[in-house]
């Protein structure tokens, strides 16, 4: 049950696949040099293998309690916390005006896979405190920053995001969390759900960022703002001082994630919590659109992390488990369950889509710094653009992945996986609430069909497609049998990719039900599509490397026989999504509701 | 968090896909009359609904507990087994000569489908009980089956089976638990695992059914012999005396199923644990292998009711949860999220695949009756080499979708479904036991490709492709498109599953270990195509029945729209596995077991 992070194949998938050294000179990370970044991702390695992983079973076990209202962190969590604050860790990525380091998302997204794959209750308070950074660093006032940023960003202080009601889960439009305004600031009243770290031990204070009503607002989305409200009220001195009135009432019994707090919150018990608009009234919901991407990207991140971390687990119990004899051998001793096919299969099913979410998430974050940074307004839009398409695509593939890899992980162990000392159950029961949280993956598919490729008629995809092709035309040159194989199916991958878009956009505009009938079959179809392009480019650089003699040769091989499993084991059933997407608007309604 | 029984689909599929009437008119099921079928089947819709269902989220939350080697059950259940016994549940399949109602297996399977809807943790200690009985009344002696099996049938008695060693998983072959011969009967010693009821304070004895090696045992599965062991020494007037020397040392800590004691076995601390030779030494494994079709089915039935369970949940919330406008109107008020139609893909899904699953879950239940009863030798032989070759399917393919039933039922639940409280998420926890115990489903897969397909060359499944062609032949005459949808996606169905099958049976003599590399993908291809077979079946008899004015037009026509989904939305995907099972062969060997 340890974790290593797998420093080679990130490496891998920053320079061959996502493009580190690009990002790297675009200018504002002029400090992101090849040493700098090595030195992070060995020293995120050694935290996350060493500090956080070690700290992952207890925190099941244990989990977070509430205690008089106060938060008790499971065992270890207050003083690895303090590591982070202390090494820095948490600043990666943010605006150096305020204590941050400037480095680029793309290598905070990959230390963010460290971190999440030793420790998912623990990562929790790194993302929520990420989202809250972005939403105030983009609209908040100069004072908010000044007087919020440098402790969230520093980590001294962490941040929350206080949306969900019991009656506004997905649909934001029904909260009703009242701001009243008093003098220079607003009195926020109602309760909150779901959470996360609304409440814990780890840090000197909390900033929660809470969306509420005021009470002239029009009803809907449009009568939502959004507040600032501290835990501790902060001094002119800046420092925390008088309890706001706020509180974690209660604590969820989860399926997984236990040692990250998933708190009630009640705010305004005592007449109301003191709260500070951020921005302009009613637009509360579309700042949090706002800090959306770099918070999907994130989930989908951990869709990753904990496929890779029961990747591990099983591939290390398969090698130690010894159990029946060799098929392929006439020994009749009994061998370690790796050499047994179906095994073996399952095992190569987890590595393969674990490269291929590697090689997206990346090339996604990748493509946030090229949008932010890139000094050519236009290819910056587009590379925007891009990474808005891809989104979705990789908050619900990798989170639905994250699932199905930690249920093989499981069912490699056999019985033991059963058992929850053995860890593997633990992966399991934390990835499940992936493809529910930062929009649920049906939301993800329609806002992909609805909204991404509605928007401009799939053009976006389309030209993801044309470089699709344009590799697969450079694979031509490509010697081998893999290399035929790979790129056979990578064209016929662009082919499908591109009549699903064809028919998705067109239905979106025709007959808009019919489209999100369709829309989570598409987005499967379309992860698994990209996911292989990208495998595909890995084995020609791959390739490259092994015959410039750059490399380990063992690992780069690996490379191209897990991209030819992929596309000829993974990719064939996703592609056959396609009748299905077009199809399923013909019957999903045709049933009313009393027949089911 | 109720279940009721689906009785009408269950009669449905009962008569119109498995032929209830045909298994009720063979010779030994005279008195399984209409009125007596339809009696249970209401009976037990009460007691499953009213009785068990309310015990499963307390079952689960209390679990059983080992106290000073006593298994407390979870509240209420001693006092509902006791109504098992009272009611006679417990004997219905059983033979008369012993207790029993000697009904039809058929019956049998549809009344266990709601046991195990209603309360897995509660339904393991009946089939447990059912193996045991099934194994020696089969292979006992007179003696001990007129000594075990009354009131193992009655269920005053429960039986176990002591299988699994720490060392000796689904590889039997090492195990090592020794009985050694004195007088009139063995000392059993030894320790075994995952011993389901192996302890509990239900039923007055235990009958422990234990794997042995004797001395002089030859290495291997050659040298395991099987033993009656009880727990309290049954003395000369039939009725449980002394304690035998064995004992549950501890209860193991799992991911579900709770309430069903795990326990660690620990045979003859004191010397010696009496025990019984069941049959002849050295074929403890055969004997093992009588009940094992019966066994999978049930396993495979477990998995159909777990997702028929997780289903109702589901289309209960999504009715009544509200949340987000409905997308085909221009209304802007929230309605219930059955509305919208990923949530509705979601359902169709769920009951699609459930469908099928009672559909061939039941055909094979059906073919057990037969192979046992039918006067025509032949027709019973050929019977029961169908009966081999499904029962792989059945277990793998069933509980492959019983988790990922249960798994959509939590999605459909968003942030409400990882909550434990309501109950979504133990239905996924429990299903995850199904595709690991009774051999696990990579096991399965082996069995159908390495046993099944190889044994006769593809013989009994081509006799499968060709009914599925007669049917389509049939369907040509039925009216509509519906119908002509399904036709077409049946007749791509057996195509793909001929071919599938040439491949997989070429294979297993040429290069098994490519065949076994495929045996997953092609258990998939099998299952799904059976199953839209029998839907299609379902599909026609809804059509005819409809123009008769013979039943519900609602639930007929709600037959011909979810067999339309099935093959339109669900099918596609397994059939192109097609190429993944030959493909998987080539990589699946191609890294060294270093490189994982």
Redesign the interface.
């Known amino acids: 049950m340890t974790y290593t992070a797998p420093l080679a194949d990130m490496r891998f998938a920053l320079r061959e696949v996502a493009g580190l050294h690009q990002v790297a000179s675009l200018p504002g990370y002029e400090h992101a040099t090849d040493d700098t970044i090595d030195a992070v991702l060995e020293e995120a390695a050694k935290l996350s293998g060493n500090g956080l992983a070690p700290l992952n079973r207890e925190g099941d076990k244990v989990g977070a309690k509430l205690e008089n209202g106060v938060v008790r962190t499971a065992p270890g969590f207050a003083s690895i916390y303090k590591e982070f604050v202390d090494g820095g860790w948490n600043s990666l990525p943010f605006d150096p005006e305020f204590g941050g380091q400037g480095m680029p998302w793309l290598l905070a997204a990959t230390v963010q896979e460290m971190w999440q794959a030793a420790n998912m209750g623990f990562g929790l308070v790194l993302l929520l405190n990420q989202g809250a950074i972005d939403a105030i660093h983009h609209h908040g006032s100069a004072e908010q920053k000044a007087t919020f940023l440098p402790r969230m960003i520093s980590g001294e202080w962490t941040g929350t995001m206080n949306l ?1 009601e019991p ?1 506004a ?3 934001l ?2 909260l009703k969390c009242r701001a009243v305004k008093t003098g220079d600031h607003y009195l926020i009243t109602g309760q909150k ?2 959470i996360t770290y609304g409440e814990h031990d780890m840090a000197e204070n909390i900033v929660h960022l809470v969306l509420a009503r005021t009470p002239d607002a029009p009803p ?1 989305v449009r009568g939502i703002s959004l507040f600032i409200v501290p835990k501790l009220l902060v001094g002119a001195d800046g420092k925390p001082g008088r309890r706001n009135d706020l509180r974690c009432v209660s604590l ?5 994630i236990h040692a990250s707090p998933t708190c009630v919150m009640s705010f305004g018990d005592d007449g109301g919590a003191e709260g500070y608009l951020v921005g302009e009234q009613g637009r509360g919901l579309s700042y949090m659109f706002t800090m959306m991407n770099n918070a999907r990207l994130s989930v989908g991140i951990q869709g990753l992390a904990i496929a890779e971390r029961a990747y591990q687990q099983a ?1 290390a119990f ?2 130690s488990r ?3 004899k060799d ?2 051998s006439a020994k ?1 001793e ?1 061998v ?1 369950i ?11 099913t987890m ?1 393969a889509q674990i490269e291929a979410m590697r090689a997206l998430g990346y090339y996604t974050a990748a493509g946030i710094d090229g949008a932010l940074k890139h000094p050519d307004k236009e290819i910056a839009r587009k590379t925007q653009d891009r990474v808005d398409l891809l989104i979705p695509i990789v908050k619900a593939w990798f989170t639905d992945l994250g ?1 199905e890899i930690a ?1 093989i992980g ?2 490699v162990h ?2 033991m ?5 053995t860890g593997a ?1 633990q992966h ?2 934390d990835a ?2 992936l ?3 930062e929009g ?3 939301i993800q ?2 806002d992909l069909v609805g909204r991404k490729i509605a928007k401009d008629g799939g053009e976006t995809m389309f030209a993801l497609v044309s470089e699709m092709r344009a590799l697969a035309d450079e694979m031509k040159a490509a010697v081998g049998d893999d290399m035929a194989a790979i790129r056979t199916a990578l064209a016929a991958g662009a082919d499908a990719l591109e009549q699903a878009t064809m028919w998705v956009a067109e239905a979106a505009k025709a007959e ?3 489209a ?2 369709g ?3 598409f987005l499967r179809l379309a992860g698994t599509a990209l996911g292989g392009w990208l495998l595909a480019k890995g084995a020609l650089a791959a390739q490259a490397k092994l015959a410039g003699r750059d490399g380990d040769p ?1 690992f780069l091989e ?1 490379k191209i ?2 991209a ?2 992929y596309v ?3 990719l ?6 396609l ?2 997407l077009k ?14």
């Open positions: 969900t009656q889960g997905s649909d439009a029904q759900i779901f809907g969820e019994h989860k399926l997984g591939a398969a090698k010894v159990q029946s098929d392929g009749p009994p370690a790796i050499h047994h096919a179906d095994v073996r299969r399952m095992l190569m590595r699932n249920s499981v069912q056999g019985g996986g059963f058992i929850e000392e159950a399991l029961r499940r609430i493809p529910i949280y649920t993956n049906g598919a329609r808009l039900v019919a999100l009938a829309s989570t079959p063992r690996a026989v897990t030819r499993f000829e084991v993974i064939p059933p996703a592609l056959a999504q009748g299905p199809a399923a608007g013909r019957t999903v309604f045709a049933l009313e509701e009393a027949q089911f």
